[in-house]
């Protein structure tokens, strides 16, 4: 094994996200906030001439040279945990034509915007135009303001050999640049030989020419964020209401069941507030898409770090796989669980085992609970009585 053989990693050349903010990355789980220099894209010059600017040449130059990159920590740490990391899994898309140091954007990544109507706890005012208040409230610092990203900048022939786009917000159809950029996909015929894959908080239906556009793709995924059933998807997805959930996903089921180009996948972010809560978000999916079985995907939070699971005491991560134990058969016993599914909460169970540094985590995960609480006027003991009682907290 050649010492780049633990750092390369083929998204430096074949990948390009840009962020709601307007910063450029190699991927979604590369971290900027460790550097002193800037990633942020003017919106003027060319969006391909800053990607190969001599920050990035410099981050490949370390990197081909088996230098750690240390915006790639993230993947590292997985790798310690030998869990599949994003750099040593297969690349989401065929790339067999392309030499590794070969420059094309087969995979793009766009947050097109902060605007959202959520403030989600794993979220923050960086992500979300929802969040500023509370940000500012508690003096939590955030990038960007809260203007739009245009998307009609990027020239359509950016995408020409393009294979593969996600797309991340804010709410993205809350923006209008997308809808725009969906149509001039469409209308280039680029949109035929993409696979495009939406994250939405699935507060918003997009209306009949958008739904047009999205028809267009070759392929279409929905990633539709739930974090949990009812009162749990509200206190984590503040202000979200049930009923909206449910009414908003039934369109989108209605729309993959008339068009086999169409998937909607369920996507739970998995934090200690919701980690006790795993098998009855997958009780209610399995008898919400029965006779089908839904496509659930885990996303497991490391920032803000007093959510991640690692992080936690030992006694509190046994009280967990207790309860996990208990839950698992009780959803065993009912209903027979995908293969992928099962593979994923073996996953989900050796993030629970993981050790993290853990000093402070819980004075900071009240501090930050109590906080938010407050200002939001929710209670985190009413949620998530289990976990309350778990974490046994001394009266304050
Ligand atoms: S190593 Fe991981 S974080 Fe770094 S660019 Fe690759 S996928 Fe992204
Ligand atoms: S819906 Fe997305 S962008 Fe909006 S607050 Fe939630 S995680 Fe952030």
Redesign the pocket.
């Known amino acids: 094994m050649s010492s780049s053989d633990k750092t390369f990693c083929k998204y430096f050349y074949h990948s390009l996200m840009l962020t709601?903010y307007s910063e450029v990355r190699p991927c979604c789980r590369f971290d900027t906030n460790i550097y002193d220099e800037s990633f942020v894209w003017d919106g003027e010059s060319k969006l391909t001439d800053f990607y190969q600017s001599d920050l990035f040449a410099g981050l490949r130059k370390d990197m081909e040279e088996g230098k750690p990159i240390k915006g790639c920590h993230r993947c590292y740490q997985e790798e310690e945990l030998n869990i599949p990391s994003m750099r040593t899994k297969p690349f989401p898309i065929d790339i067999s034509d392309l030499e590794d140091k070969d420059f094309s954007f087969r995979f793009v990544e766009l947050g097109v915007g902060?605007k959202?109507?959520?403030?989600?706890r794993?979220?923050?005012a960086s992500?979300?135009t929802?969040?500023i208040g509370d940000a500012e409230a508690l003096k939590m610092p955030y990038s960007g303001d809260n203007s739009e990203i245009d998307l009609n900048s990027i020239p359509i022939q950016f995408f020409k050999e393009t294979k593969s786009i996600k797309v991340?917000?804010?709410?993205p159809f809350l923006h209008n640049s997308f809808s725009e950029l969906l149509n001039r996909l469409n209308e280039s015929g680029y949109s035929k030989e993409i696979e495009l894959e939406i994250?939405?908080?699935t507060?918003v239906f997009p209306n009949e020419d958008v739904i047009e556009s999205l028809l267009s793709f070759k392929h279409l995924q929905i990633s539709s964020?739930i974090d949990g059933v009812d009162k749990v998807n509200t206190y984590l997805?503040h202000p979200?209401r049930w009923e909206k959930y449910l009414e908003t996903i039934r369109k989108w089921r209605r729309l993959e069941i008339h068009n086999p180009n169409v998937d909607i996948f369920l996507v739970n972010?998995v934090s200690i507030y919701n980690i006790m809560h795993t098998f009855k978000f997958i009780d209610w999916a399995y008898d919400y898409y029965y006779p089908q079985q839904p496509d659930i995907i885990f996303q497991i939070v490391h920032d803000p770090s007093y959510m991640n699971v690692a992080r936690f005491p030992e006694d509190v991560k046994f009280g967990i796989l207790d309860h996990f134990f208990d839950e698992s058969h009780r959803v065993y016993s009912k209903w027979r669980l995908s293969p992928i599914l099962e593979k994923r909460l073996k996953q989900l169970k050796k993030l629970i085992h993981s050790k993290a540094e853990n000093s402070g985590v819980l004075e900071e995960f009240w501090q930050k609970t109590d906080a938010l609480d407050r200002l939001r006027k929710e209670s985190f003991k009413d949620v998530f009585p289990e976990l309350n009682s778990l974490l046994r907290r001394k009266p304050t």
């Open positions: 709601p902060k959202c109507n959520l403030k989600c794993s979220c923050n992500f979300s929802k969040w991340t917000g804010g709410e994250f939405t908080n507060t964020s997805r979200i972010t």
